[in-house]
């Protein structure tokens, strides 16, 4: 068994075809399917289905494994690296789209400024989304809503961001200087998808005044969620950095009495040791955070 046997597993499962696995690791097919037969061999059990090409059950506990050493390999790379005083390696980090607005350009940055030798991969995906890929070992850190409650996960809190209401033009909401959870439920509104962080915690806040909100449409997808609001499909509850301090004129932000801030994170796997790499990105995070939060109207660094 060899790296480049689990690296073939790996490609085929992510991409769902061999052909596609050999293009992503810049080989030919005969090679993956080469390497993922004598796998099999090796192990004594099909990894793959050849029919539908996807994992079977034995496949998935090995590939889960596969990206750990893969990982592994990676941080000893980095680790060693660092002994020499040069920080390098590739980290791949995962951040909710309507956090990436703000804290990703600064990110880029500072990274390129004190480790030119990082490479950083960067995944715009919902929290949903990016905590199965953390989890699953294809992300090495992910700036997420919280609260979260994934036991292979360490959280660490990064900022609060304020709940706002934007509404457009011509909403019977548009002239108020601020909105109760009474008013807000009497109007159908652009809603988080029930069952997420954001959604779950906003109902619950309702509730606790007595109300239940009424969804015109509910979306897994802060980012999609505020598109719609400012493409004139409704009023919209968002998270302050969903709606920037250059809302005006055909829209309004308005402050949502007795609500209470989101919170943001960072996630990192609890198993395994973070490479140098991954332990400089997190810092470079934070540091940004701390420095670029208090700019963004309605955001507030915890740390």
Avoid: C
Avoid at 175 to 184: G, N, Q, Y
Avoid at 194 to 200: C, K, L, Q, V
Avoid at 253 to 282: C, T
């Amino acid at each position: 068994m060899d790296l480049k046997q689990l690296r073939a597993l790996v490609a085929v499962s992510e991409h769902r075809s061999f052909s596609a696995a050999a293009r992503a690791l810049h080989t030919v097919q005969s090679n993956v399917s080469t390497h993922v037969s004598r796998l099999e061999r090796e192990i004594g059990v099909v990894l793959i289905d050849r029919a539908t090409t996807t994992l079977t059950e034995e496949g998935r506990v090995v590939v889960e494994r596969a990206r750990r050493i893969e990982a592994e390999f990676a941080a000893l790379e980095s680790d060693v690296a660092a002994v020499r005083d040069e920080v390098r390696g590739r980290v791949r980090v995962g951040v909710i789209g309507t956090t990436a607005r703000w804290l990703v350009p600064p990110l880029l940055g500072e990274v390129e400024r004190v480790h030119p030798a990082v490479s950083l991969v960067i995944l715009d995906a919902t929290t949903t989304s990016l905590v199965l890929q953390l989890a699953d070992g294809q992300l090495d850190m992910a700036v997420v809503n919280l609260p979260m409650s994934e036991p292979d996960l360490s959280i660490e809190p990064l900022f609060d961001e304020e709940r706002v209401l934007v509404v457009p033009a011509g909403h019977p909401l548009y002239d108020e200087p601020s909105v109760t959870f009474e008013a807000l439920a009497e109007h159908r509104l652009l809603l988080e998808a029930t069952g997420t962080a954001f959604r779950d915690e906003l109902d619950a806040q309702a509730a606790a005044h007595g109300v239940e909100l009424q969804a015109q449409a509910e979306l897994d997808g802060m980012r999609l969620l505020a598109s719609l609001a400012f493409s004139g499909f409704g009023a919209a509850i968002l998270p302050a950095s969903a709606a920037p301090s250059w809302v005006g004129g055909e829209w309004r932000r308005l402050p949502i009495e007795g609500a209470q801030s989101r919170s943001v994170g960072l996630a990192r796997r609890r198993r395994g040791l973070p490479s140098a790499a991954d332990r400089a990105v997190a810092e470079l995070i934070r540091g940004v955070v701390r420095a670029h939060a208090p700019d963004q109207m309605g955001i507030h660094p915890t740390g």
